[in-house]
Every structure is written in C-alpha cells, then in structure tokens.
C-alpha cells in the first residue's frame, strides 16, 4: 500500500471528523506552491533535506508557519518557523542529504 494511502487510512482512523485528502507525487519548486493551497500550516514529516528544502521553499513562499523535525538514533529536534524566526536554509544552509547505502 502506498504510504499516501496507509497515511489517510491511520489518521482518519484516529479522527473520524478530519477529511485527508492524499497526493501522491513529486514535489518540486515547480509544483509545491500549488500542493500547499490554501492551507495554513505546513507540518514536515519527510525523511530527506531535498524535500524539507522545496517545503522550507513553499513556507516562505506563502507565509506560512512550518514544522520541522529529525532523529539520529536517540536524539531528537523539533523547530517551528515563522516570519519571526529562521527558516530551515537560513538554520542549515550548506548541509546536504547523506544517504547511506
């Protein structure tokens, strides 16, 4: 089952009232303004820096509040951006993803 689906499946599970409506594809800075839409907060639960890049991108874009968040083996770090604050390139400018094989 894509991870979309199973994704939709759990969080209508846990909340019956909420309406999820899933995508699945590739975001880019070409398309990632249009995914966001009209929504008003955008809440990072991705695994890798090219795509926590392109929704820091999207973030800044709309003006909109972004949540971010990453684990190394035990430890842990959440950050929220707002206009206020840095934003993820302006925090982690000059880190690249590493995959490991």
Known sequence: MPKVL???KKLEAL????????????????????LVGDCSIIVDATDNIETRKVLNYASLQKGLPFIYGG????????????RQN???ECLF???E????P
Do not use: W, Y
């Open 6 to 8: 199973s994704a939709k």
């Open 15 to 34: 909340n019956p009232h909420c309406a999820v409506r899933p995508i699945q594809t590739e975001m880019n800075k070409e398309n990632i303004v249009d």
């Open 71 to 82: 684990v190394n083996k035990f430890d842990g770090m959440m950050t929220l951006h707002t």
């Open 86 to 88: 840095p934003c993820f």
């Open 93 to 95: 400018s000059g880190i």
């Open 97 to 100: 993803s590493r995959r490991v």
